[in-house]
T-cell receptor, first 116, second 116 residues
């Protein structure tokens, strides 16, 4: 049973470019979460999505950041016009919609974004 | 607002020693979940344990044990007979349990180094 998949694992962008981070949840999981980890810090919640719906985006910056989880395909975290402060590790997690494991989020390996 | 405090930023112990990682949390909810995750040098996040607020029984899994005390709002993690492979950053996290699938609030992590 494959775990949460994220790609790319490493992404280098120049200031002003766009970054697209992809996340495929574990099989059978319909809930996806994105977190950001700045260097030497803990993880901060950004957004929580179900298929075709954003449930909670309270941790997402209002500008330049967007997320989607379409009916088909992976969840995408998109950062427009990246700045150096966006350099971080971005983690995706998934959980099932019901059952005893509903409360447990399983994380992908992360995407390390470096903005030059 | 929820908050998780891991006061120990870094801990170093000699291999085979026991070590306890502290976690103190704050929440207004009566129902919540607590978690520990491990982040080894390779960078991924590994789920270790989930505990709900109604279950205060201590848990043991091999060399790992967890002590949950609601009276002091603590959820401490002990590694017995530490090994070099235990070297990692350990994160404590908290989520509400209102309707399931809630975002996680993380502590800032404790970097554990096991000295051979």
């Amino acid at each position: 049973n494959a775990g949460v998949m994220q790609n790319p694992r490493h992404l280098v962008r120049r200031r002003g470019q766009e970054a697209r981070l992809r996340c495929s949840p574990m099989k059978g999981h319909s809930h996806v979460y994105w977190y950001r980890q700045l260097p030497e810090e803990g993880l901060k919640f950004m957004v929580y999505l179900q298929k075709e719906n954003i449930i909670d985006e309270s941790g997402m910056p209002k500008e330049r950041f967007s997320a989607e989880f379409p009916k088909e395909g992976p969840s995408i975290l998109r950062i427009q016009q990246v700045v150096r402060g966006d350099s971080a590790a971005y983690f995706c997690a998934s959980s099932p919609s019901q059952g005893i494991e509903q409360e447990t989020q399983y994380f992908g390996p992360g995407t390390r974004l470096l903005v030059l | 607002a929820q908050k998780v405090t891991q006061a120990q930023t870094e801990i170093s112990v000699v291999e085979k020693e026991d070590v306890t990682l502290d976690c103190v949390y704050e929440t207004r909810d009566t129902t919540y979940y607590l978690f520990w995750y491990k982040q080894p040098p390779s960078g991924e996040l590994v789920f270790l344990i989930r505990r709900n607020s109604f279950d205060e029984q201590n848990e043991i899994s091999g060399r790992y044990s967890w002590n949950f005390q609601k009276s002091t709002s603590s959820f401490n993690f002990t590694i017995t007979a530490s090994q070099v492979v235990d070297s990692a950053v350990y994160f404590c996290a908290l989520s509400e349990a209102n309707f399931g699938n809630e975002k996680l609030t993380f502590g800032t992590g404790t970097r554990l180094t096991i000295i051979p």
